[in-house]
């Protein structure tokens, strides 16, 4: 047995910053002392700051589906109409959170792989002039496709409705000007592109979306939106806090803005263009058909292969976890993360490990054809900018 690393590749959770969980050991602190109000009111500041938006920031210690019930229970009253765009498993979650609440939904549906077009959602608005709310993914994790939340943001915003976008995955992996694009609610969670465990959730919210507040009804408790923003203002939390995740965020955020999350995203860019051409490259087919995700690359396994025969290898081989489709794609597809604290260095091991499984099944492929084509991408990144330095 030779020594084999534990590597996190999967899209949440992402490896984490060491920054990040050096800080946590300081975590024996009382949330109600000035102490941690600092460190609070910090992580609420660098929030704002690094998602580039004048709206409250507000945080929630839950996975990213707590702050996505958050919104709906929140921002709608009963029975009202909201439209969801769903094209994987995380738009269905919308769905689902929103009939859960007794909202009444308009679905637009597009087949796995696909992405809902700017088109549908302007025609689903004129046909029900009466809807509340659109909701849809900036990134669908669970099929590597992106939408044009900038086209949807558009046309939501000439109507009565507020837009509500699930950027779990989204921030940080591509742009998003929250104000500038009428993103009125946007959700983050903090074990994707912020490089920390688990745990925590984050919604922006613009004047729009809180004049909603003042007057839905839907039940609420723990996610109650007004009152944490009171709290918020007094530098706490309203109910007891992860204190050790604040403080991982607090560090993970002060390297986020140390090296710019223009940068951030800019990596996430590269290292999904250098995945996608090394897949090409090996001759494996990607799962999107529309405008992939910088977040995750979706990739079909060999035809006649279950993918989850990759996964197994990747863990069994290199201590590695990567993600198998989920639902009804488990089997046909995995999924390459690089997002967060994701570097060249990962996915040329990555797709180097991606040879070494395919060969050994069966699926012969030239060693380093697709190492080349990831090298092939950094080095005209890397040498252009050495080039503009020089
Ligand atoms: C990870 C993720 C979520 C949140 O899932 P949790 O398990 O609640 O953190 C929601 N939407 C997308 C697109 C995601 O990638």
């Given at each position: 047995m030779h020594i084999r690393k534990q590597r996190l590749l999967t899209p949440g959770p992402t490896p984490l910053y060491p920054g990040a969980l050096q800080a946590m050991m300081a975590s024996d602190i009382h949330h109600r002392t000035e102490d941690f109000r600092?460190?609070?009111?910090?992580?609420?500041?660098?929030?704002?700051?690094?998602?580039?938006?004048?709206?409250d920031v507000l945080v929630f210690c839950s996975s990213g589906t707590g702050?996505?019930?958050?919104?709906?229970?929140?921002?709608?009253?009963?029975?009202?109409?909201?439209?969801?765009?769903?094209a994987g498993k995380f738009g269905e979650r919308w769905?689902?959170?929103?009939r859960a609440f007794g909202l009444e939904t308009v679905v637009l549906e597009a087949e796995y792989g696909r992405a809902v077009s700017v088109e549908r959602v302007a025609e689903a608005l004129a046909a029900h002039p009466d809807a509340r709310g659109v909701f849809v993914q900036a990134s669908e994790t669970s099929t590597g496709v992106a939408h044009d939340v900038r086209g949807?943001?558009?046309?939501?915003?000439?109507?009565?409705?507020?837009?509500?976008?699930?950027?779990?995955?989204?921030?940080?992996?591509?742009?998003?000007?929250?104000?500038?694009?009428?993103?009125?609610?946007?959700?983050?969670?903090?074990?994707?592109?912020f490089m920390i465990p688990p745990g925590l959730s984050?919604?922006?919210?613009?004047?729009?979306?809180?004049?909603?507040?003042?007057?839905?009804?839907?039940?609420?408790?723990?996610?109650?939106?007004k009152k944490e923003k009171k709290n918020a203002e007094k530098g706490e939390s309203s109910w007891t806090p992860s204190t050790a995740l604040l403080l991982a965020l607090?560090?993970?955020?002060?390297?986020?803005?140390?090296?710019?999350?223009?940068?951030?995203?800019?990596?996430?860019?590269?290292l999904a263009r250098a995945t996608r051409e090394a897949v090409r490259e090996l001759g494996l087919e990607l799962f999107a058909q529309d405008t992939p995700a910088a977040s995750v690359t979706a990739v079909k396994a060999p035809a006649g292969w279950d993918s989850g025969l990759i996964v197994k290898e990747f863990r069994n081989r290199f201590g590695a976890i990567i993600a198998n489709g989920q639902g009804v794609m488990r089997g046909k597809i995995f999924r390459i993360a690089h997002l967060g604290y994701f570097d060249f260095a990962d996915i040329f091991a990555i797709i180097a490990g991606?040879?070494?499984?395919?060969?050994?099944?069966?699926?012969?492929?030239?060693?380093?054809?697709?190492?080349?084509?990831?090298?092939?991408?950094?080095?005209?990144a890397a040498f252009a900018r050495e080039a503009a330095l020089a």
């Amino acid at each position: 047995m030779h020594i084999r690393k534990q590597r996190l590749l999967t899209p949440g959770p992402t490896p984490l910053y060491p920054g990040a969980l050096q800080a946590m050991m300081a975590s024996d602190i009382h949330h109600r002392t000035e102490d941690f109000r600092r460190v609070y009111q910090a992580a609420l500041r660098d929030l704002k700051e690094v998602l580039g938006t004048s709206h409250d920031v507000l945080v929630f210690c839950s996975s990213g589906t707590g702050a996505m019930e958050a919104a709906v229970s929140n921002l709608f009253s009963r029975g009202e109409k909201v439209i969801c765009c769903s094209a994987g498993k995380f738009g269905e979650r919308w769905v689902e959170i929103a009939r859960a609440f007794g909202l009444e939904t308009v679905v637009l549906e597009a087949e796995y792989g696909r992405a809902v077009s700017v088109e549908r959602v302007a025609e689903a608005l004129a046909a029900h002039p009466d809807a509340r709310g659109v909701f849809v993914q900036a990134s669908e994790t669970s099929t590597g496709v992106a939408h044009d939340v900038r086209g949807m943001g558009e046309v939501v915003a000439r109507t009565e409705a507020i837009f509500v976008v699930d950027a779990i995955t989204g921030i940080g992996t591509m742009p998003l000007d929250i104000d500038g694009w009428g993103l009125d609610v946007v959700v983050g969670g903090s074990q994707k592109a912020f490089m920390i465990p688990p745990g925590l959730s984050f919604i922006t919210l613009s004047p729009k979306a809180w004049q909603r507040a003042e007057t839905a009804n839907l039940p609420h408790y723990y996610f109650d939106l007004k009152k944490e923003k009171k709290n918020a203002e007094k530098g706490e939390s309203s109910w007891t806090p992860s204190t050790a995740l604040l403080l991982a965020l607090g560090a993970a955020l002060n390297y986020i803005k140390q090296i710019g999350m223009d940068k951030l995203i800019e990596n996430a860019q590269l290292l999904a263009r250098a995945t996608r051409e090394a897949v090409r490259e090996l001759g494996l087919e990607l799962f999107a058909q529309d405008t992939p995700a910088a977040s995750v690359t979706a990739v079909k396994a060999p035809a006649g292969w279950d993918s989850g025969l990759i996964v197994k290898e990747f863990r069994n081989r290199f201590g590695a976890i990567i993600a198998n489709g989920q639902g009804v794609m488990r089997g046909k597809i995995f999924r390459i993360a690089h997002l967060g604290y994701f570097d060249f260095a990962d996915i040329f091991a990555i797709i180097a490990g991606l040879e070494i499984i395919l060969n050994a099944h069966g699926f012969p492929v030239r060693y380093g054809t697709g190492v080349a084509a990831a090298q092939k991408v950094y080095a005209e990144a890397a040498f252009a900018r050495e080039a503009a330095l020089a």
